[in-house]
């Protein structure tokens, strides 16, 4: 490479591209000012401030980046709204009672089946309850402001705002007497974003299904095979297209299956993965493209997890993707790969620095979508991941990350652009390979 096409490319490493999230992180970090609101909440509870305990938890919630919360106090009350996805979640607290609803949908005339789901899902929650107030379907929580405290209120706010933000799509998809009624911070997209979410959704499940058929023959053992390529597939269309309702549940549903303790096989698993693939692709085009939407999200749906989570994930893959290209299977070996990355995007909230080198990672796998949605520049170039551009891009992410992780230096002089494989097995050994010294918290 010539030093003028290196410095072209160094110059033009900066992702550009539409406004869209990935992933269901907030990126929620808090700073030592803000992580002490909550420790003066938890002591104001104590001292029996409950208003003002209240005032140092909402503070602590607030997100400004996503105006993601207001309250107000007037005349010895305390009133505020947050938002979870399309949901508002509104409360109030005086020194008597604390009340939070989320108005869900609205119930256009009774039905008998509905009310039995409400009864089963009542059963599994712990702060909350769904209730109908008049024709009003609510998701409701409240106790004594004694009762109160910081960290009940915590964990209530945020079932009941995961749950409402769930439940509103999933129900009135499932019952036609119901009216949803969106009342969360929602930006449409653009149609053609819209458009190419779709193709991209119905192209990778019909790939994986030719994958699968592919490397049926390949050993003694497909059924491991087939799980890392529908595994792959449903995280990573998760992560990418952040879809709200039905498609979230069939993607959440899917790692239950594969995760849950129960004496289903391995075939009967992959089969049920498949199955609920085949569900979304039946699903009109309206249908798919109405749960494409950006919103605000006050909590996260992913489980928090340290870097030394990742890190033993990454120890214990990657030996098998490994061995599929020692046996001269390097296809195989990416769905591995991808599988490590999108799993950790799917399932865990990491610190910061994980979580972009990771994106990183599936930008390159997935080249060709970030460039349909208008990203540039290319990741790749004649089956190779550039060096110049991902250079530039883990610097960028060392020093976006400064303030929070002062130490965080990859050696990103290690990774090797011999090919695809050979890239996305080297960066991961870096992540691996390097310590994290938390200078902020998660939520």
């Given at each position: 490479?010539?030093?003028?096409?290196?410095?072209?490319?160094?110059?033009?490493?900066?992702?550009?591209?539409?406004?869209?999230?990935?992933?269901?992180?907030?990126?929620?970090?808090?700073?030592?000012?803000?992580?002490?609101?909550?420790?003066?909440?938890?002591?104001?509870?104590?001292?029996?401030?409950?208003?003002?305990?209240?005032?140092?938890?909402?503070?602590?919630?607030?997100?400004?980046?996503?105006?993601?919360?207001?309250?107000?106090?007037?005349?010895?009350?305390?009133?505020?709204?947050?938002?979870?996805?399309?949901?508002?979640?509104?409360?109030?607290?005086?020194?008597?009672?604390?009340?939070?609803?989320?108005?869900?949908?609205?119930?256009?005339?009774?039905?008998?089946?509905?009310?039995?789901?409400?009864?089963?899902?009542?059963?599994?929650?712990?702060?909350?309850?769904?209730?109908?107030?008049?024709?009003?379907?609510?998701?409701?929580?409240?106790?004594?402001?004694?009762?109160?405290?910081?960290?009940?209120?915590?964990?209530?706010?945020?079932?009941?705002?995961?749950?409402?933000?769930?439940?509103?799509?999933?129900?009135?998809?499932?019952?036609?007497?119901?009216?949803?009624?969106?009342?969360?911070?929602?930006?449409?997209?653009?149609?053609?974003?819209?458009?190419?979410?779709?193709?991209?959704?119905?192209?990778?499940?019909?790939?994986?299904?030719?994958?699968?058929?592919?490397?049926?023959?390949?050993?003694?053992?497909?059924?491991?095979?087939?799980?890392?390529?529908?595994?792959?597939c449903n995280y990573k269309l998760d992560y990418l297209l952040k879809p709200e309702?039905?498609?979230?549940?069939?993607?959440?549903?899917?790692?239950?299956?594969?995760?849950?303790?129960?004496?289903?096989?391995?075939?009967?698993?992959?089969?049920?993965?498949?199955?609920?693939?085949?569900?979304?692709?039946?699903?009109?085009?309206?249908?798919?493209?109405?749960?494409?939407?950006?919103?605000?999200?006050?909590?996260?749906?992913?489980?928090?997890?340290?870097?030394?989570?990742?890190?033993?994930?990454?120890?214990?893959?990657?030996?098998?993707?490994?061995?599929?290209?020692?046996?001269?299977?390097?296809?195989?070996?990416?769905?591995?790969?991808?599988?490590?990355?999108?799993?950790?995007?799917?399932?865990?909230?990491?610190?910061?620095?994980d979580l972009d080198l990771l994106h990183l990672l599936i930008r390159v796998l997935?080249?060709?979508?970030?460039?349909?949605?208008?990203?540039?520049?290319?990741?790749?170039?004649?089956?190779?991941?550039?060096?110049?551009?991902?250079?530039?891009?883990?610097?960028?992410?060392?020093?976006?990350?400064?303030?929070?992780?002062?130490?965080?230096?990859?050696?990103?002089?290690?990774?090797?652009?011999?090919?695809?494989?050979?890239?996305?097995?080297?960066?991961?050994?870096?992540?691996?390979?390097?310590?994290?010294?938390?200078?902020?918290?998660?939520?």
């Open positions: 490479m010539s030093i003028f096409n290196y410095i072209k490319r160094k110059l033009a490493a900066s992702d550009q591209g539409p406004d869209i999230k990935f992933g269901r992180h907030t990126y929620n970090s808090k700073e030592q000012e803000e992580i002490a609101l909550l420790s003066e909440a938890i002591h104001l509870f104590k001292e029996d401030q409950l208003l003002d305990s209240l005032e140092y938890l909402l503070n602590y919630l607030r997100n400004d980046l996503e105006d993601n919360l207001a309250y107000d106090v007037e005349n010895g009350e305390l009133f505020f709204e947050l938002y979870q996805g399309s949901k508002q979640i509104i409360g109030r607290c005086n020194a008597q009672k604390f009340v939070a609803i989320s108005h869900i949908a609205t119930i256009e005339k009774p039905h008998i089946g509905l009310y039995r789901k409400l009864l089963e899902r009542n059963y599994l929650l712990k702060y909350s309850r769904f209730c109908i107030e008049g024709n009003q379907l609510i998701l409701k929580f409240d106790s004594f402001t004694v009762d109160a405290s910081p960290q009940k209120i915590f964990y209530a706010l945020k079932e009941v705002a995961i749950n409402a933000d769930k439940y509103d799509d999933l129900l009135a998809d499932e019952f036609e007497e119901l009216e949803n009624n969106l009342s969360g911070k929602i930006q449409t997209l653009d149609a053609y974003i819209q458009d190419t979410k779709e193709e991209f959704l119905r192209s990778e499940i019909l790939k994986t299904n030719e994958y699968i058929t592919e490397y049926a023959s390949f050993s003694d053992n497909p059924d491991a095979i087939e799980a890392y390529v529908l595994l792959y309702g039905f498609m979230m549940e069939i993607f959440e549903r899917n790692h239950r299956i594969y995760f849950e303790n129960s004496k289903k096989s391995s075939v009967q698993k992959n089969k049920e993965i498949q199955e609920n693939f085949s569900l979304i692709t039946k699903r009109t085009s309206e249908q798919l493209k109405e749960e494409f939407y950006q919103s605000c999200h006050t909590f996260n749906y992913t489980k928090a997890a340290s870097h030394y989570d990742l890190k033993a994930l990454i120890e214990k893959e990657l030996p098998k993707a490994i061995s599929y290209t020692s046996l001269g299977q390097p296809k195989i070996a990416l769905h591995v790969y991808g599988y490590i990355a999108a799993y950790s995007l799917f399932h865990y909230n990491l610190p910061t620095p997935e080249n060709d979508y970030f460039l349909k949605l208008g990203f540039t520049p290319s990741y790749q170039e004649e089956g190779k991941a550039i060096q110049a551009i991902v250079e530039k891009r883990i610097e960028s992410i060392i020093e976006n990350n400064k303030p929070s992780h002062p130490y965080f230096k990859p050696n990103y002089h290690t990774l090797n652009y011999e090919n695809i494989g050979s890239f996305c097995q080297s960066l991961l050994r870096m992540i691996a390979s390097y310590d994290i010294h938390y200078q902020k918290q998660f939520v």
